[in-house]
């Protein structure tokens, strides 16, 4: 492969995605600052902006480094580069992830500060968090992964909401598993089964999408 024009395209889309990365991290740690806030409203609704602000981070990128690509008819001039489908595949997906996981790490890392220091915070909370933003990881690579694969606007669309839609039914669903809902108030940090399940499942479609994506688009002989 051409690693040197893989490490170019992911240069460009870092280039062109910081500012508004930066942006959206800027919200996610006003987000952050609201967790310590005394005021319970005030609490949710900096966790509420916490979450969205990361789900939008995964959509945004998508769309501008994937979808919008092939909607404004810069796909051909990126496949006239000496490219083929492994590099611009291999390049989407590191810059991607790169982009993706960068705040999304440092998001994650603020919230498990925020719930380790305050007291009024319950510790048990932790695994549930840490499994719900896995759940917005997995969502985002499945999403990512149909704009890599079908290039479409309306499918990407489609999954997308699908995914989002879904997360209410997930964080219903999850809290009221019994082992969930019996340490989720707790003082202390426990992986209770049905949460080691959940985030093993989530980090397997994490892999299994990234493989899938690959093996896939490697099978191309073009992208046009």
């Known amino acids: 492969m051409n690693t040197t024009m893989i490490g170019h395209l992911v240069r460009k889309d870092w280039h062109f995605q910081r500012g508004p990365i930066a942006a959206a991290f800027a919200l996610g740690l006003v987000a952050l600052g609201m967790l310590f806030s005394s005021s319970q409203g005030v609490f949710y609704l900096g966790a509420v902006l916490l979450l969205t602000v990361v ?12 979808v919008q690509e092939r909607t404004q008819g810069m796909l051909p001039f990126v496949m006239s580069l000496p490219i083929g489908v492994r590099e611009y595949t ?12 960068t705040p999304w790490l440092m998001l994650g890392a603020g919230a498990t500060a925020v719930i380790l220091q305050r007291e009024a915070v ?11 933003l896995l759940y917005v990881l997995s969502g985002y690579i499945v999403t990512l992964a149909t704009a ?11 999954v997308m909401a699908t995914i ?9 669903w999850s809290l009221r598993l019994a082992d969930v809902a019996a340490t989720i108030s707790g003082p202390t940090v426990a992986w209770v ?7 093993a499942v989530e980090l397997g479609v994490v892999a299994l999408v990234l493989v899938a994506t690959w093996q896939w688009q490697s099978r191309r002989k ?3």
């Open 164 to 172: 989002n839609l879904g997360l209410q039914a997930y964080i219903y």
């Open 148 to 158: 890599i694969v079908t290039g479409s606007e309306a499918w990407t669309i489609a």
């Open 122 to 132: 319950p510790d048990g909370v932790l695994p549930f968090t840490i499994a719900l």
């Open 90 to 101: 291999a390049a989407k997906l590191a810059a991607n992830l790169l982009l993706f996981l």
């Open 55 to 66: 789900i939008s981070i995964g959509i945004f990128l998508t769309f501008l480094t994937v």
């Open 193 to 199: 089964p049905s949460l080691r399940t959940i985030a």
């Open 222 to 224: 073009d992208l046009l």
